[in-house]
C-alpha cells in the first residue's frame, strides 16, 4: 500500500541509464519531468525519491558523489528555474522529513515563474559541470529500484505520484565464485543434486559467468582425482546430479573454474540408512515493496528459491503498510512459489506496536490480516489467538525492537534470536547489535528467564529482495542475514510446519552448520519430566569451517564448553545434580571464522 495517491494530468517521467547498470558502479542519472495538463503553480514543487543504497543525493558538495543539479527546457524569454530547498528544520541523518519508506527524499520548486504543459524539468544525479569524474555510486546489491516523482501542483503539501514511475535496474557484477548447496544430510551412494549460483563479490547473482571448464570434485583434499562431474558452462544457476559417498561420513563438494577454485559445499552428513528427518534451510525474515523493501512477493520468493537456493522461505512485510491487495499478492505468490520436493513457500506479515515486533505466519493461504493485542483490533486479536492456539499460525517475535508483551507463553513458539540487526542470544555477547536497534529489547535468555518455552529461528529482516544472501536494512549495510535449520521428517510444506510447531529448528548466522542436540535423549524443542538428579547432554555441530568451541547453556549460565579444531564436533556431557525447578538446556556452536548456530532449548521440569 502506497501511502500517496496516483494524479491525474501530472505528465510523464524517465530516467537514463535505465540499465542495466552494475551493482556498486558509477554513473551519471538523468531524471526528466515532462509536465502535464495539470501544469505546475510557482507555488508548487516536486519530490524526487532516490532509493536508499544509491549515493546520498545532496546539492552542496560538488567534488562529492551523488551531487545535483536541476535545468528546466521552457519557451525562450522564460524567466523560469528550478531549486533545491528544504521544506522543514534538518535534525539528523535520518530525519523523517526527508526520508519515505524507500528512499531519501529531494525537494525542488520554480523561480520566476510556474511551469505549463510540456515544459520539462530535467534533474542530473551525479553531474557537475566542473569534475568530469563526478558520479554517484549505484547500490552494491542487484534489484529494480524506483525514482518515483510526486507533485505538489499548488503548495497545499499534498504530493502526487506521477507513474509509472522511473526505474533502474542494478544486475550483479563479474562472476567472482559459485555457491555451492548440497542436501545436507543423505544416505550414502544416493542420488543427489547439487546446486551451483555463480556469484560477484557481493554475493550478488553475477551478471557473467565462471571461466571453462567447470568441474565437480568430493572430498579434494582427500582425493583431488575424485572428478565427479562437469558443468558445459556456469551462466547462471544450474543444478549437477551427483551420487553421495558410498561409506558413511562427512563430505564436501568443490566447484572449479577455468582451473581455479570457485566455490565449496556445505558439509554433508551422510548415514548408512536413510535420515529419519531431512534438515531444510530457509529465511522467515524477508520484505518487500508492499510495504518497505524491494522487489514483489514473487521476485522475493524466486530469488530464495533460484539465486540463495534456500529450501523455503516466507515474507514479512509490515501489516500497518498493506492492504488487502498487498496481503492477496503475498498469498498468492507463495502459492504460486510452493512445490512439495523442490521450494516451500509460507505466506505471512509483520506486526509492530508497543507490545513488541512479531512476524505472524500459517501454513498456506486463506487467512486474513489479524492484528494482534493491538488497540481497536480485539475481534483480529481474538481470531488470530483462536489460530496459534491451533497451530494454525506461528507468531514468532524479535528482539530488536519493544519489550515483549505479556503474551501467554502457549501461543509463542518461536522466537528469532539473529538478523541482520545482531544476535540477540544475551546482552554483550557475539555479534553485538548494531547502532540503530536500540536498547528497547529483551534478549532471548531475558524471554527464557520469563517463562516462555520458545525455539529459535535465524533470519535477516532483509529490505533488498535478497532472503538467504542479504546483509543490508532498510537503509544501511548490517550483520549478514541468519538462516533457519529445521529437522523435518519430509520436504513437504506439512513437514515443515509441523516441525516448527514441534521447534525441532535452531539458528545460525548464515553459515550450513549441521547442529544436533538432545538431553536424555530428548531432541531440542522438547518439554520433559525429570528422571533423576543428573542429565546428559549431547550434541553435534558439523560446519564448512572447523568448529572451535560448544558451550552448552543451562537457565543462562554457560556450564560446558568444549574446544574443537575439526569441522566435525560432537560433544557428551553429564550435568550432575543440577538446581530445583524448571531447567533450560541450549547449545551455542562457534566456528574458525566467527559462525554461530544456536539450538532450540530443551525444557525439563
Known sequence: MHPDKIGKGLGSASIEPAGPVVAGSKNIWSIRYTVGEAGLDWTGSLRLTVPFGFSVPQYLWVTEPGYLTATVEVPEGS???????LPGPVTGDLHPEYLTRWGRLVF???????????????????????????????PYFAHRFLFELAVDLEGT???????????????GGEATCALVVAPSVVRAGEAIRLRVVPEDGDRNLASTGLGSPVEVFRDWESDPEADVAAVEALDGPVTVDVAAPPEPGVSFWQVEAGGGPAGESNPVLVTPEAPERVLLWGELHAHTRCSDGLGTPAEMYAFARDAAALDFAAGADHIGQMDGDDWEAIQAAAEEANTDGSFLALPGYEING????????FPSAGEGLYRHLVEGHRKESDRLEELLRAGRALMIPHCHGARQGDFDPAIIRLVEIYSLWGA?????????KITGSGGRGETVRDLWARGWRAGVTAGSDCHAGHPGRANWLRHMRAHPGGLTGVWAEGFTREALWA?????????????????????DGSPMGSETESAGSRHVIRGRAIA???????????????IHSQPGDSEDLAIEFADENPPAGTLVYYIRAMTSDGELAWSSPVWID
Open 157 to 171: 503539501g499534498e504530493y502526487l505520484r506521477v507513474v509509472p514511475a522511473p526505474e533502474v535496474t542494478v544486475v
Open 544 to 558: 564448512p569451517e572447523p568448529v572451535a568451541r560448544v558451550t552448552v547453556v543451562r537457565c543462562g549460565e554457560e
Open 108 to 138: 525542488l520548486r520554480p523561480v520566476g515563474g510556474g511551469l505549463g504543459r510540456g515544459d520539462v524539468v530535467r534533474i542530473d544525479f551525479g553531474r557537475t559541470p566542473y569534475y568530469p569524474n563526478s558520479g554517484a555510486f549505484a
Open 424 to 432: 540477540f542470544e544475551y546482552g554483550g555477547g557475539p555479534k553485538p
Open 499 to 519: 516441525a516448527l510447531l514441534e521447534r525441532r529448528c535452531y539458528g545460525t548466522t548464515g553459515a550450513r552448520i549441521i547442529l544436533e542436540f538432545s538431553v
Open 79 to 85: 524567466p523560469v528555474r528550478m531549486e533545491f530547498y
Open 354 to 361: 508497543p507490545l513488541g515486533e512479531r512476524n505472524v505466519y
